[in-house]
């Protein structure tokens, strides 16, 4: 395993990044009118990935925020994967055109998980699916639906597919400030041979501490939204934890 990622996030809706609480639309707190400005500050500040979704794109099923997506691949250079309103290969195909390092599907992955097996074929490397999941059961179309799939099956099903990455969020506790379900997000980890990145919940330099805990370390990475935003998380003292624990497994 590689360094320990921390993905700094940048949810979208209506063109300015918010933060929602379980993936409710009607508790959007705004943190940056500037999602590119926003961008750059954690460019900035060291962190190596950036985690982008398109929220009104999530539920509308199509791109929504495609303005403020190019605005921050114009402006950054550190690479962005980017979730919300992937559907189909054309739309695949236009977000690697313009910059976009890694997609993430999420619905589609449920609905029709031949469209995410020709992806991945087609870009190796370059796709990821997202998990999201309430009480283990796979939600969809932005969370406002759950399906009958566990989320260790739908991992599965792609297991064989060249799939990037798992990014696996508990919806219980995203934006909730509760700390990252690390039971059953490691636990997962443990059942896929794809990398599982957490995410939903991750609150506090408590949180990094465990992040780099050695049981963590099957996890390529953790997503950090609310956390940051608000101040609970202070990025340099979390890159260097990072950064320490690194240079003492190489050691």
């Given at each position: 395993m590689g360094a320990v990622i921390l993905f700094p996030?940048?949810?979208?809706?209506?063109?300015?990044?918010?933060?929602?609480?379980?993936?409710?639309?009607?508790?959007?707190?705004v943190f940056n009118d500037d999602p590119a400005a926003q961008a750059a500050t954690f460019e900035a500040q060291g962190f190596r990935w950036l985690h982008v979704v398109d929220l009104d794109g999530a539920f509308a099923g199509k791109p929504m925020n495609a303005a403020a997506v190019e605005s921050i691949l114009k402006q950054v250079t550190f690479p962005v994967q980017l979730g919300g309103g992937i559907r189909d290969m054309k739309t695949v195909e236009g977000w690697l055109a313009k910059g976009v390092a890694r997609v993430i599907i999420g619905t589609a992955a449920v609905r029709d998980p031949a469209f995410v097996r020709e992806a991945a074929k087609a870009f190796p490397g370059k796709v990821a699916v997202g998990i999201d999941a309430r009480d283990g059961l796979v939600a969809v179309e932005g969370w406002a639906e759950t399906s009958a799939l566990a989320a260790d099956d739908l991992g599965r099903r792609f297991e064989d597919a060249g799939v990037a990455a798992i990014i696996y969020?508990?919806?219980?506790?995203?934006?909730?400030?509760?700390?990252i379900n690390w039971e059953g997000t490691i636990a997962l980890a443990h059942a896929l041979t794809i990398p599982v990145i957490a995410s939903g919940g991750l609150a506090s330099m408590a949180d990094i501490e465990r992040l780099v805990a050695p049981d963590a370390a099957i996890l390529e990475g953790a997503i950090t939204g609310r956390?940051?935003?608000?101040?609970?998380?202070?990025?340099?003292?979390?890159?260097?934890?990072?950064?320490?624990?690194?240079?003492?497994?190489?050691?």
């Open positions: 996030a940048i949810d979208l809706k209506d063109g300015r990044c918010v933060r929602l609480k379980q993936g409710d639309m009607g508790q959007a707190t969020t508990d919806i219980a506790r995203d934006g909730m400030l509760q700390g956390a940051l935003y608000d101040g609970r998380i202070d990025p340099a003292a979390a890159l260097a934890r990072l950064a320490k624990s690194d240079a003492a497994v190489r050691s």
